[in-house]
């Protein structure tokens, strides 16, 4: 029996510019991008070098501290640069891409006819692999490891967030056949998380326990519904898997192929015509967005804005990335903005603004942080919008201070950064919450392993 997921502390942030329901496809990117800053935590080892001819689907680099998880091009082409940092470090590598695709060919495999082994062999020989989270550390799933569960979110409460349910509604067989080789790799189950208002394409997957979620941002968080459902004890780890690469892993044993290709949502309130398009990993970001903003003074964020990261028009769509959202850059400033009840038009999470008495208003938010870091203060805030069972203030104090002991007893192996994304957002004190949580989680890798 699935057991439902209500949630009451978070927020919804009611945004302009969401995507209409409509598909389009982007003109083919002459340069496309693998960067290895994707993977956390990944120090790559490469494979191919400046010149080389590549094929579709066929391995780049691999990690240095885990050779089988290897990292492959998105299409086929000619390596025409390694780009470098500081001390040699890969920044990303760059493909100057056929005019149509050449792929490396895997054998179609039916996964329930598979041991574990195979399947396993088979994700990592084919670059799929990196599509699969470990929680705790939020980082790329070790080669070796087997989890207590996998949990997949197929509903995202994210502001401006692509509908899952829209994108995959022909992607049904390829999602089941995904669902079927993960779940070769657990000893526990697959939790395949949805919308509990409305009737859902994903009541027909099979072999998974199905949760209804309810409630606001987070809700749809996949660390909101592992906390509930099957929370991380220590020593213990469950793995996380994005619904469109389900999909993926999925195709590639009905064809045999590393499809590339996802459909992304441009959305947001200085795109023109926000709507959906179909683009293949690692394309660059001009080819997507050209002709289709309404301004130039912009903020283009990889993924929601909560949680996204900025992007340039010369940067590329990451590994990961299934949104685009663009809104106004925030380089205009407000007369005696610091008074309360100087805009209808800005929103609040207090009630120091106009924003509560108009709860169905949608707003247009700039990238102005409205103020300067300050201490921490206890005011309850941050609790109001985590539904995770921790103590977020004290967390974070335990972060900066590097106290492994009080990470620990305060709950750091269940979090990710994405969790504090609505922290980051309402809190007074203006701390980068999700980046300091990231920092704590690598110096935990570090540390305790």
Known sequence: MSKDIRIKKGLDLKLKGESAKKNADVARSKVYAVKPSDFHGVTPKMVLKEGDNVKAGEVIFYSKTDEKIKFVAPVSGKIQEIKRGEKRVILEILIAAD??????????????????EEVRAHLLASGCWPFINQRPYDV??????????????????????????????????????GVDALAKLSNG???????????????????????????????GNVGVQISKISPINAGEKVWTVKPQDVAVIGELF?????????TIALAGSEVKEPQYYNVIIGAQVEDLVSEKLKGVSVRIISGDVLSGNKVTLNGNIGFYTNMVTVIPEGNNYRMFGWMPFTSPNIHSASRTGLSWLMPGKKYEP???????????????EMEEVMPLDIY??????????????????????????????????TNTSKLEAQEIIREALDLMIKEVG
Do not use: W
Not at 190 to 218: C, D, E
Not at 366 to 380: H, S
Not at 392 to 409: F, V, W, Y
């Open 99 to 116: 005019t149509q695709d050449v792929f490396i060919e895997h054998s179609k495999k039916n996964p329930n006819d598979l041991s574990a």
């Open 140 to 177: 790329i799933a070790n080669s070796a490891d087997t989890p207590k569960a996998i949990f997949i979110s197929a509903f995202s409460t994210a502001p401006l967030a692509a509908d899952v349910e829209y994108v995959l509604e022909n992607k049904l067989q390829a999602f089941q056949a």
């Open 189 to 219: 189950k697959v939790h395949l998380s949805i919308n509990g208002k409305g009737k859902s394409i994903f009541q027909a997957v099979k072999g998974v326990t199905l949760h209804q979620v309810y409630g606001p941002h987070p809700a």
């Open 254 to 262: 009905l064809s045999g192929k590393f499809n590339a290709t996802r």
């Open 366 to 380: 700039n990238t102005n942080l409205n103020g300067e870091e300050r201490a921490l203060v206890v005011t309850g």
């Open 392 to 425: 977020p203030m004290q967390l974070l104090k335990a972060c900066l201070a590097g106290n492994i002991d009080k990470m620990e007893s305060l709950g750091i192996y269940e979090v990710a950064p994405e969790d504090f994304a609505l922290i980051d957002y």
